[in-house]
């Protein structure tokens, strides 16, 4: 369904629970961006009126994500910390060329969100499968299902706004681009890492 060209590696999970705590906190800071992205989006592309509503239920939603993943934080005596740089979305947004008509750049931004929440939505489901705290694995069930949404939704609003067979085509592109990311991480304990 995410049309993902590479799936994670299953011994992603096993590394994920060893340093569950280091994943929460990255999770929790993948919530906050998620809804800072969504904020940008709104700022940026005010006269997409449609797209502006769907925005600001997305910031409400991936904050209330934020606070559930802060009170995990907080139940396990781990304090959120200093957020760190997110080496997969850097390399990610890389792949396509600055500027173009704002048509353009709203799909590329479009595309990067659907991307982003994609592979979140396959983690979370990896880790709702192979977590051994049943809590945890509940948690990142119902993440998972509302990842899914974000996807379905990024894509269908640049599909909405932007030359249909032009967003398929550079879609496909994005997603080998991807896969020749994640073939290039090592190890790491993110939410996107290896």
Same mark, same amino acid.
């Given at each position: 369904?995410?049309?993902?060209?590479?799936?994670?590696?299953?011994?992603?999970?096993? *590394? @994920?629970?060893? &340093?569950?705590?280091?994943?929460?906190?990255?999770?929790?800071?993948?919530?906050?961006? @998620?809804?800072?992205?969504?904020?940008?989006? *709104?700022?940026? %592309?005010?006269?997409?009126?449609?797209?502006?509503?769907?925005?600001? /239920?997305?910031?409400?939603?991936?904050?209330? $994500?934020?606070?559930?993943? $802060?009170?995990?934080?907080?139940?396990? &005596?781990?304090?959120?910390?200093?957020?760190?740089?997110?080496?997969? +979305?850097?390399? +990610?947004?890389? %792949? %396509?060329?600055?500027?173009?008509?704002?048509?353009?750049?709203?799909?590329?931004?479009?595309?990067?969100? @659907?991307?982003?929440?994609?592979?979140?939505?396959?983690? %979370?489901?990896?880790?709702?499968?192979?977590?051994?705290?049943?809590?945890?694995?509940?948690?990142?069930?119902?993440?998972?299902?509302?990842?899914? /949404? $974000?996807?379905?939704?990024?894509?269908?609003?640049?599909?909405?706004?932007?030359?249909?067979?032009?967003? &398929?085509?550079?879609?496909?592109?994005?997603?080998?681009?991807? @896969?020749?990311?994640?073939?290039?991480?090592?190890?790491?304990?993110?939410?996107?890492?290896?």
């Amino acid at each position: 369904m995410l049309g993902l060209k590479l799936p994670t590696d299953p011994r992603w999970a096993n *590394i @994920a629970e060893k &340093n569950i705590d280091d994943i929460l906190i990255d999770h929790a800071y993948c919530e906050q961006k @998620a809804a800072s992205t969504a904020i940008s989006l *709104i700022v940026s %592309f005010p006269e997409y009126t449609e797209l502006i509503t769907a925005m600001t /239920g997305l910031v409400q939603e991936e904050m209330s $994500h934020f606070k559930m993943v $802060h009170d995990l934080l907080k139940e396990r &005596n781990v304090t959120l910390g200093r957020d760190r740089k997110d080496a997969y +979305v850097a390399k +990610v947004i890389t %792949f %396509f060329p600055k500027g173009g008509s704002r048509q353009t750049q709203l799909a590329h931004r479009l595309l990067y969100a @659907a991307l982003i929440e994609a592979r979140s939505c396959e983690r %979370f489901r990896l880790l709702s499968e192979e977590l051994s705290d049943e809590k945890l694995r509940r948690f990142y069930r119902k993440l998972m299902i509302s990842e899914a /949404g $974000h996807y379905t939704m990024f894509l269908k609003f640049a599909r909405q706004y932007h030359d249909e067979a032009e967003v &398929n085509q550079k879609w496909s592109d994005l997603l080998d681009f991807e @896969a020749k990311i994640l073939e290039s991480f090592q190890s790491g304990t993110s939410v996107h890492g290896w």
